[in-house]
């Protein structure tokens, strides 16, 4: 059983940046996708980021592309998701996933989630 565990949330000013990081307790397989998910109070969980472990192919959603960047260390075993030029917005629990083959953007398709950080930006 894989376990996924957050950290690097908190409280952060509107311009600041953050470093998130999902750290796997075991290898998982490097044919899957990994991601970023978000769900802000109130609201649907939304999509992120993507990352193809072996191929580093990377898709963003439109509210924080240009801004945010998904990266893996393999020999850690580890995920992370960049934020920089945060805003009030992207106030969420913001949750890693992985396993997805395909369709990198619906949640569904992801076999395994982390228990999710909080990101407060105030304005």
């Known amino acids: 059983q894989v376990q996924l565990v957050e950290s690097g949330g908190g409280l952060v000013q509107a311009g600041g940046s953050l470093k998130l990081s999902c750290a796997a307790s075991v290898r998982t397989s490097t044919s899957h996708y990994w991601a970023w998910f978000r769900q802000a109070p109130g609201k649907e969980r939304e999509f992120v980021a993507s990352?193809?472990?072996?191929?580093?192919?990377?898709r963003y959603a439109d509210p924080v592309k240009d801004r945010f960047t998904i990266s893996r260390d393999n020999a850690e075993n580890t995920l992370y998701l960049q934020m920089n030029s945060l805003k009030p917005e992207d106030t969420a629990v913001y949750y890693c996933?992985?396993?997805?083959?395909?369709?990198?953007?619906?949640?569904?398709?992801?076999?395994?989630w982390g228990q999710g950080t909080q990101v407060t930006v105030s304005s």
């Open positions: 996933a992985s396993g997805a083959i395909g369709t990198v953007r619906d949640g569904t398709q992801y076999a395994y």
């Open positions: 990352i193809h472990w072996s191929f580093h192919t990377t």
